[in-house]
């Protein structure tokens, strides 16, 4: 059987269970492995459950208790090369409730995590599984790593396996099945700064404003003055990427993909001021006041000079500044011509008669931790416009075909014998 073959069984395969994948996954999708507080431990024995069933040998290992990481791998007959897959079980919270229930409304499961990233992590345990009976005729390693804590910086998930056991899940290459839009290759991804900055006083009362600075006034004051310095700001970038994120194909799918004007935001520095809070009554002087801040930053040297320009930002304001050094890193990329990646644009083009252009994505993932070693890393998952909204959802005919794309790249990809 060829890996054409196997791909086209496996496909008809997946078309015939379609019902008991969509089922599958909303059983997942109601799990509430919201981060923070970040509890995943009957995501985790969702996941365990499934490898169980495939007859799958795991191990789950942890920084903390209630954020498991589950590690699974298999190994062909004949050497290879190493694949590894790798998504999250956590979530962001809701402010709907209605989420939880991962109901089908016309053609999409409308659920917490169903773009950001269940559908995604599905799709690679079960790549991961439909795969196992098949390794004999395969080359190679294949590796499953779902994770904690990517929603808040990945601290106890994915950083926390390099830390512990790097040589492990390394491999020579990650797929990844974070939100990207069908019809892209997400070569390129923003870095990020997460910060506070905060002011505090005596207080007092709201018409005795000679008698004590106030803390609101401060932070608005110096939040405003990052969106003036930083927000929009075309960033120094390698002309060598810059031409390919202005190129006529990429700037159509990012904006098809990412909603009009991606293609120029990722060109740019952008500034998000995401909770404030201070004071208690509007006719007090409040005692003390915090704006939470994210700002992402493009490839390149822009992140350092933000970075070291922060600190005289926030004196001149009379704040403190804390940077959160958990969710606080550098751009990362990979060819956007690189094998995997062009493996992924055949099988777009073969299951969805699409083309797929490089673009850069406008969030952060945990490829960050292989790219940052050089190693390719490519990501394939469904929409991620919805992410985080209260109508939050995937549609039934791209989970399935975030499924096949995963299963097809990875069946080419451990196609492969080693290198004589």
Known sequence: MTAADLKASLCRHIDARRDD??????????????????????????VRGILDRFGLEHRTVAAREDMPNIISCWHAPVVGRHLVLNGHMDVFPVSDDRLWAAEIEGDRIVARGASDMK???????????????????????LTLTVVSDEQSGGRYGTKFLFDTCADEISGDCCLNGEPSGLGNIRFL??????????????????????????PIQQVVAATQALYDRYHLRLADMPEEIVAVLRDPASIAAADALLGKGAADNALRMTVNAGVIQGGRKATQIPTDCAVHVDIRVPYGPDLDRVRAELPGLAAEFGCTLTINEDHSYPASGTEPDGEMALILRDN??????????????????????????????????????????????????????VLKLQVMCAIDYLSVPAAA
């Not at 996954?25 to 507080?37: A, G």
């Not at 997460?194 to 005795?208: E, I, K, Q, T, W």
Request: include cysteine; glycine fraction near 12%; charge should be neutral.
């Open 21 to 46: 994948v969509v089922a599958l996954l909303q059983d997942f999708l109601r799990i509430r492995s919201v981060n923070p507080p970040g509890d995943t431990r009957e995501a985790a024995d969702f």
């Open 348 to 401: 777009t083009r073969a299951l969805l008669g699409i083309e797929a252009p490089p673009v850069c994505s406008l969030g952060g993932t945990d490829t960050r931790y292989w790219r940052w070693r050089g190693i390719p890393a490519v990501i394939v998952g469904p929409s991620p416009l919805s992410m985080g909204t209260d109508n939050e959802h995937v549609t039934i005919d791209e989970a399935i075909a």
């Open 119 to 141: 559908t995604g992590t599905l799709a690679s345990i079960l790549t991961y599984g439909l795969l196992y009976p098949y390794r004999d005729r395969l080359f190679g390693k």
């Open 189 to 214: 991804e923003k870095g990020t700064l997460r910060f506070s900055l905060s002011a505090n006083g005596p207080g007092g009362h709201g018409g005795y404003p000679h008698r004590s600075n106030n």
